[in-house]
Nanobody
Framework: QVQLVESGGGLVQAGGSLRLSCVAS????????MGWFHQAPGKEREFVTG?????????SYADSVKGRFTISRDNAKNTVYLQMNSLKPEDTAVYYC??????????????????WGQGTQVTVSS
């Protein structure tokens, strides 16, 4: 079973930045779409951003993070990154990395992903 391990979360003031990392343990990382989701207390898990497998590396963003967040991947390191700038208190949530093994169009829903990390907490103070 491939493991996904997130890191980089923490406490930051509004307007600040954080970079999350997600390291995958499998050897076929470059073949899969990858996504970031977040889940705030009492709310459903929501799509934040995704990046397609290395053939195209196209990206998709939730409207709420466009222009502030950037997803990227380094296949040599089996790692996907989430650079978060201009953070807002409403970005506070647990952030999860996810892997899609279906070789299709980059999904934007929870059900579109097959493998999940344990999550990392991001807290933005006002």
């Amino acid at each position: 079973q491939v493991q996904l391990v997130e890191s980089g979360g923490g406490l930051v003031q509004a307007g600040g930045s954080l970079r999350l990392s997600c390291v995958a343990s499998g050897r076929t990382f470059s073949r899969y779409n990858m996504g970031w989701f977040h889940q705030a207390p009492g709310k459903e898990r929501e799509f934040v951003t995704g990046i397609s497998y290395s053939g195209t590396s196209s990206t998709s963003y939730a409207d709420s993070v466009k222009g502030r967040f950037t997803i990227s991947r380094d296949n040599a390191k089996n790692t996907v990154y989430l650079q978060m700038n201009s953070l807002k208190p409403e970005d506070t949530a647990v952030y999860y990395c996810a892997e899609d093994r279906d070789f299709g169009i980059l999904p934007r829903t929870v059900s579109g992903y097959d493998n999940w990390g344990q999550g990392t907490q991001v807290t933005v103070s006002s």
